[in-house]
């Protein structure tokens, strides 16, 4: 069996307990070992994602050990402007096109592969670093079960199948302001609380629903789990 080691460089602690608590223990019985760690330096809440602010971190486990694999889970949602990629799909969208949510986030993680690949051109970056954007907030990943999600907010399900109906996907909720997951939630139950709530209600909900509901989630896992032991020394 494989031992892979993947650091991931998350947002905050919503996706720091997200991972350590409900990713971890589903990936680890098929070899692979995750570990959160928030952006910033250590005692921060995280947050204010920025491409330079998130590139030091990244860089520090690229160089630490050369036998492990980085990768990051970042909202789109408030993802700064400068962000790689980010202009290329503002432009797109400017100039009239519909892009997938998938179309978006692949746009942003390959300009942000390619950036760190010119960064740290001796830490094979493009063999050990798997970049991840949420679409469009981690909190789109809990309407993959809208039974559980609204027995958990104590809602009628019906309100939940009523936000699911107007996208195309969980993933597909967009990155309005006043329209993202985490603000749909809050509507729905103005006690939600992102770190506490969210991990109750994913835990519940549980990561194969996830990926059979949210296609990019989906394809991270697929992508981190075609990483090989020893393939991070190449």
């Avoid at 760690?37 to 005692?43: D, N, T, V």
């Avoid at 809208?146 to 309100?159: F, G, N, R």
């Avoid at 939630?185 to 609380?193: F, G, H, I, V």
């Amino acid at each position: 069996m494989n031992n892979v080691e993947i650091y991931i460089v998350v947002e905050g602690q919503t996706e720091q307990t997200f991972v350590r608590h409900i990713l971890a223990p589903d990936m680890a019985g098929k070899g692979f070992f995750l570990h959160a760690a928030l952006i910033g330096k250590p005692g921060h809440k995280g947050g204010n994602i920025i491409f330079d602010r998130a590139t030091i971190d990244i860089g520090n486990f690229l160089k630490e050990r050369s036998d492990i694999y980085v990768s990051t889970m970042f909202d789109y949602f408030r993802i700064d402007d400068n962000w790689p990629g980010r202009d290329f799909v503002i432009q797109q969208i400017k100039s009239g096109a519909t892009l997938s949510a998938a179309e978006k986030a692949n746009a942003l993680e390959n300009a942000t592969l390619t950036r760190i690949k010119k960064l740290f051109p001796n830490c094979n970056a493009e063999g050990r670093f798997v970049p991840y954007i949420e679409m469009h907030e981690f909190e789109a990943l809990l309407f993959s079960n809208p039974d559980i999600l609204a027995q958990k907010l104590e809602i009628e399900v019906d309100k939940v199948n009523n936000i699911l109906a107007e996208y195309n996907g969980p993933e597909e909720i967009n990155d309005d302001p006043l329209k993202a997951p985490s603000k749909r939630l809050e509507a729905l139950n103005s006690t939600y609380r992102k770190v506490a709530m969210g991990k109750i209600i994913a835990d519940s909900i549980g990561i194969k629903k996830m990926r059979n509901q949210c296609p990019h989630f989906n394809d991270w896992l697929t992508r981190m789990e075609k990483l090989s032991h020893g393939g991070a020394n190449r």
